[in-house]
């Protein structure tokens, strides 16, 4: 019998990256679980990978009407959950003067305002004893350039962790976040030129303390500890940034 048999949990955002890894993690061990994303060829590809335990949804962290569906899809496919990764979100760099109101309310809409109210239709299916872990970034305490929208929405899912995790515990639910820093997800390949992108990850392993970028299978691991094995943990923030942030 697997460590997750049986366990249902929901994955936003888990077509790819982090998400993906925590899936194939836990299907391996015997749980069922429910993917989102919004591009349909990545979801297809990622359903066809995790097999027949796995439900793919396409949603759209943005938009209110995609949440209601997908909290409707999880109480047609599992009834109640065991765990929820809320994880979807995007990176977009800038400079602070030339940030657009697009790009700004394109980054609070998806990165803070997707899961606040993703937690808020799901929160009502999960078991009690269920973990919910939230997706911010090391970026929320960090002065880094180019990201200051991105760290504002990041600071936003490091508060919001406190307050949810205050408010839920009399329905026996934890919450807590995983901080990722500098991981080599394929994230900035998908932002900017390949070229740009290498160089900018050989600068971040040089200036991490363990002198590397992260591997995704490191976040997946912390965001299933934080789910299902940190029991008495409410309201925390898990860094997992080779030390950046702490040292």
């Known amino acids: 019998m697997g460590r997750y048999e049986n366990k249902k949990i929901v994955i936003t955002g888990g077509s790819s990256g982090f998400g993906l890894v925590a899936a194939h993690l836990l299907v391996d061990q015997g749980a069922r679980v429910l993917i989102t994303g919004r591009d349909r060829t990545a979801l297809d590809a990622a359903g066809e990978r995790l097999g027949g335990n796995a439900v793919v949804l396409r949603s759209d962290a943005a938009s209110l009407p995609d949440i209601d569906a997908l909290a409707d899809r999880v109480k047609a496919e599992f009834g109640t959950a065991d765990a929820l990764l809320a994880n979807a979100g995007v990176n977009g760099f800038a400079p602070f003067e030339a940030t657009s109101p697009e790009l700004f309310d394109e980054l609070l809409t998806i990165n803070a305002k997707g899961p606040y109210f993703t937690v808020q239709k799901l929160a009502p299916l999960l078991a009690p004893g269920s973990g919910i872990v939230l997706t911010t970034s090391v970026a929320n305490v960090l002065g880094l350039p180019m990201l200051s929208a991105y760290a504002a929405g990041k600071a936003a899912v490091r508060s919001m962790t ?86």
């Open 162 to 247: 406190r307050s949810l995790a205050r408010e839920l515990l009399p329905r026996g639910i934890r919450v807590n976040a995983v901080s990722p820093g500098p991981i080599d997800s394929g994230i900035l390949e998908k932002s900017m030129h390949a070229e740009a992108a290498g160089q900018l990850k050989g600068q971040m392993a040089a200036d991490n303390p363990m002198s590397r970028l992260g591997r995704p299978v490191e976040v997946a691991t912390a965001m299933l500890f934080l789910a299902f094995d940190a029991t008495y943990t409410t309201g925390a923030e898990l860094a997992v940034d080779g030390g950046g942030s702490q040292i």
